[in-house]
């Protein structure tokens, strides 16, 4: 190979293995202390009541609880949707409460918002999941839960799922 083909190797090296100089607008780690800060808790008071108790109902049906899930992480739009990435723009920043889930494949079976639905957000993702074929349960807000309420909440859902499970099972 020769000095001539040394030279190549040796500058291809270099070249491939140059450190590239930062961009003038990137923030280097080590320049600059990050202004980030953990939050104390995740869900407020209220809402880890309503946590609690939906775990103790729903762990021993089957269900994981998750909470203050994206929309945009549970639904999609298909490729040829018309104005897809208008609709995209309308969920991804949304979020909803909390999202069961079974336990067995993560399959998304119902969501749950606590509050009223008396605003055009509540009225907007209520569109939404009904379009999805996802059921949207409503909760009072509250700061707790008993066991009973919640059951009385997700009654109609709980019961339309098993039903939907049993009919399932048996084809």
Same mark, same amino acid.
């Given at each position: /190979?020769?000095?001539?083909?040394?030279?190549?190797?040796?500058?291809?090296?270099?070249?491939?293995?140059? #450190?590239?100089?930062?961009?003038?607008?990137?923030?280097?780690?080590?320049?600059?202390?990050?202004?980030?800060?953990?939050?104390?808790?995740?869900?407020?008071?209220?809402?880890?009541?309503?946590?609690?108790?939906?775990?103790?109902?729903?762990?021993?049906?089957?269900?994981?609880?998750?909470?203050?899930?994206? /929309?945009?992480?549970i639904l999609y739009l298909?490729?040829?949707?018309?104005?897809? =990435?208008?609709?995209?723009?309308?969920?991804?920043? #949304?979020?909803?409460?909390?999202?069961?889930?079974?336990?067995?494949?993560?399959?998304?079976?119902?969501?749950?918002?606590?509050?009223?639905?008396?605003?055009?957000?509540?009225?907007?993702?209520?569109?939404?999941?009904?379009?999805?074929?996802?059921?949207?349960?409503?909760?009072?807000?509250?700061?707790?839960?008993? =066991? *009973?309420?919640?059951?009385?909440?997700?009654?109609?859902?709980?019961? =339309?799922? *098993?039903?939907?499970?049993?009919? *399932?099972?048996?084809?």
């Amino acid at each position: /190979m020769g000095w001539v083909g040394a030279l190549i190797v040796i500058v291809v090296l270099v070249v491939v293995f140059a #450190k590239k100089p930062p961009a003038k607008d990137s923030i280097s780690e080590h320049s600059e202390v990050l202004p980030y800060k953990k939050k104390d808790f995740l869900l407020s008071k209220g809402d880890r009541a309503l946590f609690n108790a939906l775990n103790q109902l729903l762990g021993s049906r089957g269900y994981y609880v998750f909470a203050k899930v994206r /929309m945009g992480d549970i639904l999609y739009l298909p490729n040829n949707t018309e104005k897809r =990435q208008t609709y995209w723009n309308k969920i991804q920043g #949304k979020s909803i409460d909390f999202l069961i889930c079974d336990a067995t494949y993560l399959r998304p079976r119902f969501a749950i918002e606590a509050g009223n639905s008396a605003n055009n957000k509540s009225d907007f993702v209520e569109q939404v999941f009904a379009a999805a074929g996802v059921p949207l349960v409503r909760v009072p807000k509250q700061q707790t839960y008993s =066991q *009973e309420s919640v059951e009385q909440a997700l009654s109609q859902t709980l019961s =339309q799922l *098993e039903a939907a499970a049993t009919n *399932e099972s048996s084809r």
